[in-house]
């Protein structure tokens, strides 16, 4: 194996090899028994080549090439030589200049351990938070996207030690845009500060799961965002539909209501202002001021969790179903399925089994969606992990379920998701439901099942 850095021409070299490989390649032909490992080995080419061409950006802005290109700027030229937006290239080049004070992240990217995606989240956590790269980097290999963005933005919260003057910088770039596209669609963008946009969702949730709802008992499969437009279109124009189709009546029940958590010290409350390691956030949305909390205190949907309150993590009671305290602690953990992260169709089911313990604890009950309920059942699986980010294991083995075939990831990547003992082990390779049923907010919009 070469040593030192590489050259122009070993680049070129490793080019022509590639794309040999993908011109020869039939995915027809290739066995069935080595799908696996073919297509694992191309996600990783991908991902070690987009490291690469992240990695480069900065480098090709400073070689200045782009001013004889006819571009007005490096990013327009970049995002016309890697075919994407130049909002993209933006993002690419400012990660890729801050990798140079980031020599853990930009390992990772050198040996394909994240993708450019995950790359652009990490750097950006890691600019404003640097003592949270390890831990940022280690969401990357093991989290979905989404849950790697949430971690982000929490952690630039916190970073933020002046919440009020946060607070005040959001509400100036809140906005809204309305633009036609090619295909004759409208759309509609919608900016707001995190607490404001948690006030939407409490009120668009409980329509848009009866829309859902409806949809499934009337056997029509269409994608969640689809319900969500409906539901906002009647909103605005005053429709007493509340999002449903017409001629579609409502055979599911539906759980009316959806509360916005806080959680809050006390003292910090009764202050006005957060000092130490007291806590002021909003499940689902992370730190904010105590303004925020304090405007929202007349609101019917807040429910606020005072940490000086009862210790809701041990309420222990010897019925099957969960007490309203219960039900506020698992809503403070945010409502999505604590596997695959949807937020559609949840059950709060008890880990271990009522049958077998007799009696209800928060720490053995999750949130899980219809899809992760049914493999649990009929895999006789159970979740292990920490609240909130859990993976199925096998009820009598206890090693992490890798599919009703026994396949997983390659045996480097297997190995590379393994902690250490003492460690959360890693979530086996995520069904066609988790992304499917991925966040409805989340920038990329896929089909509901």
């Known amino acids: 194996m070469a040593t030192g850095p590489a050259t ?14 993908c011109a020869r390649l039939d995915p027809a032909a290739v066995p069935m028994h080595q799908v696996v490992e073919v297509f694992d080995t191309f996600a990783a080419l991908e991902r070690t080549a987009g490291g690469a061409v992240l990695r480069m ?44 004070s980031q020599p853990k992240t930009d390992d ?45 933005a929490e952690e630039r919260a916190r970073a933020d030690k002046d919440r009020d003057e946060r607070r005040r910088r959001l509400h100036r770039q809140r906005g809204m845009r309305r633009w036609d596209d ?34 499934r008992h009337a056997g029509r499969n269409e994608p969640v965002e689809a319900y969500t437009a409906d539901v906002v279109r009647d909103l605005l124009l005053g429709s007493a539909g509340g999002g449903t189709s017409p001629g579609t009546g409502s055979g599911q029940a539906v759980r009316p209501e959806k509360k916005v958590i806080a959680l809050i010290d006390v003292e910090a409350l009764n202050r006005g202002r957060v000092e130490g390691d007291e806590t002021c956030e909003i499940a689902g949305v ?11 205190l007349s609101d019917a949907f807040l429910t606020v969790v005072f940490r000086k309150g009862t210790d809701v993590a041990h ?3 010897l019925g099957r179903q969960v007490t309203a305290t219960q039900r506020t602690a698992l809503e403070a ?91 959360d082990p890693p979530e086996a390779s995520p069904p066609a439901a988790t992304v499917a049923q991925g966040d409805l907010f989340d920038d990329d919009f896929t089909t509901a099942r």
């Open 182 to 215: 090619a295909d004759g669609m409208g759309n509609l963008l919608l900016r707001l500060p995190g607490e404001s946009m948690n006030e939407i969702d409490a009120r668009l949730k409980p329509l848009i799961d009866r829309a859902f709802a409806d949809a």
């Open 315 to 317: 309420v222990t009671h």
């Open 108 to 152: 990772a990217i050198r040996r394909g351990k994240v993708s450019p995606d995950q790359a652009d989240e990490v750097s950006e956590g890691a600019g404003a938070s640097p003592a949270a790269e390890d831990d940022l980097l280690d969401t990357a290999q093991r989290r979905p996207l989404h849950d790697l963005r949430r971690k982000v």
């Open 286 to 296: 992370g730190p904010v001021s105590v303004a925020a909390i304090r405007r929202l």
């Open 333 to 423: 953990r945010g409502c999505r399925c604590e596997r695959c992260g949807s937020r559609h169709l949840l059950d709060i089911d008890h880990n271990e089994g009522w049958t077998l313990t007799k009696d209800t604890k928060v720490e053995d009950l999750s949130w899980q969606c219809w899809h992760c309920h049914d493999l649990k059942t009929r895999h006789d699986l159970k979740f292990a992990g920490p609240p909130g980010s859990r993976w199925l294991v096998d009820r009598k083995t206890g090693q992490p379920w890798r599919g009703p075939t026994g396949t997983g990831p390659p045996d480097d990547q297997r190995a590379a998701r393994r902690p250490p003992s003492s460690g």
């Open 57 to 100: 950006a900065a480098r090709y802005e400073e070689a200045g090439a782009w001013k004889g290109n006819g571009a007005k700027s490096p990013e327009e030229d970049i995002a016309r030589k890697t075919g994407t937006g130049t909002t993209r290239a933006r993002r690419k080049l400012s990660t890729s200049k801050r990798l140079k």
């Open 8 to 21: 122009a021409a070993e680049v070129s070299e490793a080019l022509s090899v590639v794309l040999d490989v």
